[in-house]
């Protein structure tokens, strides 16, 4: 940990940003966007003041989830003013390149764009930046933690098997490259049927939990498979924003407290 943050500490901050929390998972699909976007808006819902950066540069979901229309404005032609939803400053490649065009760039030009969005993004006076990584353990993620200094790492898997060998996998990459991780999130964790009111757990029952026991990291909480959260998020406006005093919203507070 000491010397975690000792070579954390030699990374030059981002200008505007106080602390980068990077939320990741091994698989793609478990939900680790949503995830993000509705941490982002629990902690403006404490009072913090946030920015979101889609760090998906192949598959960014942030433009969709938040609803994001136009393009960013850049009064100089080099700096971006960051993109504005729902209380949040984001910025994704997704909103500088149209929907449907696909990215086939390899891994240096990757790289390069996610600096890019990083350093020329004109964050402003930010408590917390929230960097939705893309699923693995690839260019992106060694770029993000060997040039900017992330405080911490959120892990977010289902309770699958096959999600948490992923996610064990991810975990052991922060690990080596000394980036602290801050817990594990399970998605998906239970499903109630919403016209009989029977419980599923359709992905299995408390891997998220065996898992951050096994690693010894925190155990931050549990989202269950609710249609909801999927409707909202493809409307443009996360649970957290749409449904603000629902049981799912303060799931995803006390996510963020516990974060
Ligand atoms: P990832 O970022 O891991 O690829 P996403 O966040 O894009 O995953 O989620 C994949 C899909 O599952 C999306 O359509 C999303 O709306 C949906 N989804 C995520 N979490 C939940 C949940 N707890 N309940 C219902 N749908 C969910």
Request: proline content about 7%.
């Amino acid at each position: 940990r000491v010397h975690a943050h000792k070579v954390q500490g030699q990374l030059a901050p981002l200008p505007g940003v106080k602390n980068i929390i990077a939320v990741a998972s091994g698989k793609g699909g478990v939900g680790k966007s949503t995830v993000s976007v509705n941490l982002a808006l629990a902690l403006v819902a404490e009072g913090a003041t946030v920015g979101i950066l889609d760090a998906d540069i192949y598959g960014p979901s942030q433009p969709r989830m938040l609803g994001l229309t136009g393009k960013p404005s850049s009064p100089d032609g080099k700096s971006i003013v960051p993109m504005r939803a729902h209380g949040l400053q984001a910025m994704s490649i997704g909103v500088l390149i149209e929907e449907d065009t696909p990215m086939i760039w390899r891994g240096p030009m990757v790289t390069q764009a996610l600096m890019q969005l990083l350093t020329d993004t004109r964050w402003e006076e930010l408590d917390y930046l929230i960097i939705d990584l893309p699923p693995g353990t690839g260019d992106i993620q060694l770029t993000l933690s060997q040039k900017v200094p992330v405080s911490g790492a959120v892990i977010v898997t289902t309770p699958q098997d096959i999600a948490l060998l992923d996610a064990r996998k991810a975990l052991g990459m922060f690990r080596k490259v000394e980036v602290p991780v801050l817990g594990v999130v399970e998605n998906m964790a239970t499903h109630i049927c919403s016209n009989c009111g029977h419980e599923e757990h359709i992905f299995g029952q408390g891997g998220g939990a065996r898992m951050a026991a096994e690693a010894g990291i925190a155990y931050l909480g549990d989202l269950p498979l609710d249609i909801r959260i999927r409707q909202q998020s493809d409307d443009g406006k996360p649970t957290v924003a749409a449904i603000p005093d629902s049981d799912l919203a303060a799931r995803y507070r006390a996510i963020a407290r516990s974060t």
